[in-house]
């Protein structure tokens, strides 16, 4: 029962590198979404997706991209990494419906763009 | 549009005192949840407390509480006699009727010996 699985748990890039954080969940839950975090600024939704070939934008996209291609995994693509994305990044889980009863975070990554 | 607001960016008590923190939020959906989590130094997030929008009901866990008034839009988290281990970040989040999960910005609790 691993829960929310993120990897790496750390990562450095040079500015205009790409690069995958990986998000696999095994509880089966419809919902998962990417953060990221910064002093001050709380967590941020990047995108996020109800479900298997359906994502959405949330509040800060640019810069990310991702994709749904099965229930378990959600990961999160840098094109081109920039120095404003150095930040640390949480990837959150749930059920949907009237089967929601909380998110999942992963441990995070901690990416720093150089 | 939802948004959470934790107006407080960093408190400091000394040991034993008692602190709350607060969030207030806005939403235009009846049915919604809110959530505290911790992030301790470590840096993972830490689950406390989940309520929904029909349950007002105060809530205590042993040196924790929570206040739920839908009248002034608050759920505020009290921590009485704090301890040097409940220094961390503290954030409120709100979940509307859609499955995306609104934080605060956080408040940064510190607690001296």
């Not at chain 1, 967590?43 to 810069?63: C, K």
């Not at chain 2, 009846?30 to 992030?39: A, E, G, I, N, S």
């Not at chain 2, 509307?96 to 510190?110: A, E, H, P, S, V």
Request: glycine share 8%; hydrophobic share 30%.
């Amino acid at each position: 029962n691993a829960g929310v699985t993120q990897t790496p748990k750390f990562q450095v890039l040079k500015t205009g590198q790409s690069m995958t954080l990986q998000c696999a969940q095994d509880m089966n839950h419809e919902y998962m979404s990417w953060y990221r975090q910064d002093p001050g600024m709380g967590l941020r939704l990047i995108h996020y997706s109800v479900g298997a070939g359906i994502t959405d934008q949330g509040e800060v996209p640019n810069g990310y991209n991702v994709s749904r291609s099965t229930t378990e995994d959600f990961p999160l693509r840098l094109l081109s990494a920039a120095p404003s994305q150095t930040s640390v990044y949480f990837c959150a889980s749930s059920l949907t419906g009237t089967g929601f009863y909380g998110y999942t975070f992963g441990s995070g990554t901690r990416l720093t763009v150089v | 549009a939802q948004k959470v607001t934790q107006a407080q960016t960093e408190i400091s008590v000394v040991e034993k005192e008692d602190v709350t923190l607060d969030c207030v939020y806005e939403t235009r959906d009846t049915t919604y949840y809110l959530f505290w989590y911790k992030q301790p130094p470590s840096g993972e997030l830490v689950f406390l407390i989940r309520r929904n929008s029909f349950d007002e009901q105060n809530e205590i866990s042993g040196r924790y509480s929570w206040n739920f008034q839908k009248s002034t839009s608050s759920f505020n988290f009290t921590i009485t006699a704090s301890q040097v281990v409940d220094s961390a970040v503290y954030f409120c989040a709100l979940k509307g009727n859609t499955d995306k999960l609104i934080f605060g910005t956080g408040t940064r609790l510190q607690v001296f010996p």
